[in-house]
């Protein structure tokens, strides 16, 4: 998989602790980050095709991505 993509990353050099909140309201600050990332779409599908469990991945949350993948199996099938 190509990962080029995280040399252009918003988060890097931030404090990874920002990008692991411990619920869905402490992830607003990494929601922020990300919505000015260059990089949020190519981010958010490695997330996706790596099932990473944690933390937040192009602006999404675990909660928000288990929601996508959801969403995509209900269109494929
Ligand atoms: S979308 Fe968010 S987590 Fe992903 S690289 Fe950009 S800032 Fe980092």
């Known amino acids: 998989m190509d990962n080029s993509w995280s040399a252009r990353a918003a988060c890097h050099g931030l404090d990874p602790r920002i990008f692991f909140p411990a619920d869905d309201d402490e992830a607003s600050l990494a929601k922020a980050v990300c ?9 958010l599908e490695y997330a996706l095709g790596e099932r990473e469990r944690e933390g937040v991945w192009g602006g999404c949350t675990e909660g928000e991505r288990r929601r996508i993948v959801r969403r995509r199996r209900r269109a494929a099938s």
């Open 35 to 43: 919505d000015s990332c260059p990089v949020r779409e190519p981010c």
